[in-house]
Each structure stands twice: as C-alpha cells, then as structure tokens.
Nanobody, 118 residues
Framework: QLQLVESGGGLVQPGGSLRLSCAAS????????IGWFRQAPGKEREGVSC????????YYDDTVKGRFTISRDNAKNTAYLQMNSLKPEDTAVYYC???????????WGQGTQVTVSS
C-alpha cells in the first residue's frame, strides 16, 4: 500500500523559499502521477501543481506559475515542490497525492504547514 509523507514546511518571510518533499513508501512512484494541493483556513482545497508519471509533464496553477517548480526523483521515490518568491497568500497546509493513470488521486499524505509572514 502506497504511503506518502510530506516534509519541509515551516515559517518563512515573504519573498523567501521552501522546498517541500513527498516521500513514498510501500510502492514505487514511477507510474504514479503526483499532485500538490493546499488548503488555507476557511477555504477549499485547491490544486497547485502536478507531474505525470510516465512522461513527466507538469502543470501549474496560475497563482504559482513562475514561482513554484514540481519535480520527482524516482530513484529516491520522492517528489518535490520548490517554492520561491513566497507570498502571504501561499500560507496553507500543503498535501501531496498520488494517482495512477485513469484513476483519481487515491493516496494522500498528512500535510505540512507553510506559513508566509513577516
């Protein structure tokens, strides 16, 4: 059973950077698409970025395009979200999730808090 654990969240000043990690166990991520989502207090969860399994195609929400970079290291069975030029509105709990082709995101991590504040 695939399990995901996020890490790397924390408190950062506006304009700063963080790198989130999504470490997988129980299965290899090679054939899974990985998505990063976030949920701010009082708001619905929203998709931030995703990367496909087989070909590594990436997608970014307009709110993070040019600032965030998603990547994966199949050898380490880990996916990443590099977040630069962080803004207070990026404050949220960030989740990674995995999906197989043709199936919705069925595996979720527990989330990691990102707080952008001066």
């Amino acid at each position: 059973q695939l399990q995901l654990v996020e890490s790397g969240g924390g408190l950062v000043q506006p304009g700063g950077s963080l790198r989130l990690s999504c470490a997988a166990s129980g299965a290899t991520l090679d054939n899974y698409g990985i998505g990063w989502f976030r949920q701010a207090p009082g708001k619905e969860r929203e998709g931030v970025s995703c990367i496909s399994g087989p070909d590594g195609n990436t997608y970014y929400d307009d709110t993070v395009k040019g600032r965030f970079t998603i990547s994966r290291d199949n050898a380490k069975n880990t996916a990443y979200l590099q977040m630069n030029s962080l803004k207070p509105e990026d404050t949220a709990v960030y989740y990674c999730a995995a999906r197989q082709t043709g199936v919705g995101y069925s595996h979720w991590g527990q989330g990691t808090q990102v707080t952008v504040s001066s």
